[in-house]
């Protein structure tokens, strides 16, 4: 990830830009396959809900400070300022990575797997209250890694690629919750937030830049309400709602293209509804369900492919983003 934004910062054209931009993709990539397995076996199930939300929680801080950097860099002249913003993206997280060796725990089922019982013992003891018995956490994850070796040996691709009923289901649930939450055009409509406020009628650069960090908070904000609901409401129902205000959401952004002096304000507020009903279900909710819903025997590789779909239709849906609402105008591209 770092190592690509420095391509980005210092590119000298569009190639070498998107050379470096995927090296950020394969970055993300990782870190979004690696982060809420890491944090599902270092957090006590009845939490896990709400601390994987923390990983759509700390993405969200970073689209905050990209969205305050470009308001801190507007007044800069525009061939400068790009370069100095990605430039801010290599340092951060050299810090924050850095910092965080020192405070993150090993993986308690890492240890283990790798005959270090007794570290994954402390590791456990700082996750549970005093006085519980982490030996039989210990014992849990003796018999799961048992039972995934067998898995492993046992279960090939073929197991994915042609999906027993009951393997069909569990992937068509995972893998289709890690494509919708791409389907609904999240990634696309963020990078094109500046061009979707232009093209309703907001042309004052630092209002755009200022409007967007508003949005951006309104996201963080639903988020962090998230992490409390998943738990005590359940996952099926704010996913529900999240994709049924979506839906509502992106058509009140369609009708401010129609026309009419409100428009501005209209498209502000369809856009806020949109970011806040897709945090409180489909943004954290796309990684909690497949690092639940997948049994341990195909865990890995469905993971992996859910991860890899959800990049794939992200891909799409950004790449084609400006030329589809062009052709098709902006209104019905947003019906659409």
């Not at 801080?61 to 470009?70: A, C, H, R």
């Not at 290599?90 to 924050?96: E, N, R, S």
Request: with cysteine; net charge neutral; charged share 15%.
């Amino acid at each position: 990830f770092i190592f690509g934004t420095v391509i980005q910062s210092g590119a000298g054209g569009y190639a070498s830009l998107m050379f470096g931009r995927a090296f950020v993709g394969l970055g993300v990539g990782f870190g979004l396959a690696v982060d809420p397995v890491y944090i599902s076996e270092i957090s006590q199930a009845a939490h896990r809900g709400q601390l994987v939300t923390w990983s759509e929680i700390a993405t969200n801080i970073g689209i905050v400070l990209g969205f305050l950097s470009g308001l801190f860099f507007s007044s800069v002249d525009e061939n400068v300022a790009w370069r100095l913003m990605f430039s801010l993206g290599a340092i951060l997280p050299c810090f924050v990575i850095y910092f965080s060796t020192f405070v993150m725990p090993e993986s308690p089922r890492w240890l283990v797997a790798k005959n270090r019982e007794g570290e994954a013992r402390e590791v456990l003891k700082m996750i549970y209250p005093d006085g519980y018995d982490v030996g039989v956490i210990v014992n849990e994850i003796k018999d799961t890694i048992e039972k995934e070796s067998i898995a492993e040996h046992a279960v090939g691709w073929d197991v994915i690629l042609f999906p027993s009923p009951a393997f069909k289901r569990m992937l068509m649930v995972g893998v289709g919750t890690a494509i919708a939450q791409q389907a609904v055009g999240i990634d696309a409509i963020q990078y094109f937030l500046v061009y979707i406020l232009s093209e309703s009628g907001i042309e004052s650069r630092n209002a755009q830049m200022l409007i967007l960090v508003v949005l951006g908070l309104i996201k963080l904000g639903v988020i962090v309400i998230a992490g409390h609901l998943f738990d005590r409401k359940g996952r099926r129902p704010l996913i529900l709602v999240s994709l049924l205000g979506c839906a509502v959401s992106l058509f009140i952004v369609s009708m401010s293209f129609i026309g009419g002096a409100s428009s501005e304000a209209m498209a502000i507020f369809g856009l806020a509804l949109y970011l806040a009903f897709f945090s409180i279900g489909m943004g954290p909710g796309a990684w909690l369900i497949p690092s639940e819903v997948f049994s341990t025997m195909i865990r890995a590789k469905a993971m992996s492919v859910a991860t890899f779909m959800n990049r794939v239709t992200a891909t799409i849906m950004s790449s084609t983003f400006l030329s589809v609402a062009q052709a098709m105008s902006w209104s019905g591209f947003f019906i659409m």
